[in-house]
């Protein structure tokens, strides 16, 4: 069974500048979310879909960033424009009912905003 | 706010010696999950404890969920270089499904 994939795997940007993020789930799994991680702490949860509907985006900066998960499956998660303070790790997860609690990670994508 | 703390933040010790690391809330939690994290890649997940008291064994690492289901701890025996990352533990809120995550405890086994 495939992985959750996320591309690309690092992005050097300038500030003020836009990114996005793209991520593949797990076959099959409803539940998608997307994580920022800043060094040395854990992963803080940005938004979290089921299937393509919004259940939390109440942490998702939304003046800049913005997130969709079309038909349900990939998702892709944009910043803009960006600032310093985004520096991190965005990681995506995914799980499948009734295990929600056992989400399955991407590599993660590390961004550096300069 | 439910938190999750860990301790210690950071640990390095020698292959060979055991070690425990904990996880404390207020909270009660519906289920609490341990993940791993290496350098450059996502957590991975290594068990999930859903019952007060239970014990769960994955080769030489033994995890506990506290009595009341607000803590929890990983014992690790005999540690070796290959246990050396970050650990996570995460706790399951049933009120929004989602997990409140502790900041982590890095590990660093030395040969």
């Known amino acids: 069974e495939a992985g959750v994939a996320q591309s690309p795997r690092y992005k050097i940007i300038e500030k003020r500048q836009s990114v996005a993020f793209w991520c593949n789930p797990i076959?099959?799994?409803?539940?998608l979310y997307w994580y920022q991680q800043i060094l040395g702490q854990g992963p803080k949860l940005l938004i979290q879909?089921?299937?393509?509907?919004?259940?939390?985006d109440s942490q998702l900066p939304k003046d800049r960033f913005s997130a969709e998960r079309l038909k349900g499956v990939d998702s892709t998660l944009k910043i803009q424009p960006a600032k310093l303070e985004d520096s991190a790790v965005y990681l995506c997860?995914?799980?499948?009912?009734?295990?929600?609690?056992?989400?399955?990670f991407g590599p993660g994508t590390r961004l550096t905003v300069t | 706010t439910q938190l999750l703390e860990q301790s210690p933040q950071f640990l390095s010790i020698q292959e060979g010696e055991n070690l425990t690391v904990y996880c404390n809330s207020s909270?009660?939690?519906?289920?609490l999950q341990w993940y791993r994290q290496e350098p450059g890649e996502g957590p991975v997940l290594l068990v999930t404890?859903?019952?007060g008291g239970e014990v769960k064994k994955l080769k030489r690492l033994t995890f506990q969920f506290g009595d009341a289901r607000k803590d929890s701890s990983l014992h690790i025996t005999a540690a070796q270089p290959g246990d050396t990352g970050l650990y996570l533990c995460?706790?399951?809120?049933?009120?929004?499904?989602?997990?409140?995550w502790g900041a982590g405890t890095k590990l660093i086994i030395k040969p």
């Open positions: 404890v859903v019952t």
């Open positions: 076959s099959g799994h409803a539940t």
């Open positions: 879909f089921q299937n393509n509907g919004v259940v939390d």
């Open positions: 995460a706790g399951g809120q049933d009120s929004n499904y989602q997990l409140i």
């Open positions: 909270s009660v939690f519906s289920s």
């Open positions: 997860a995914s799980s499948s009912g009734p295990n929600v609690y056992e989400q399955y």
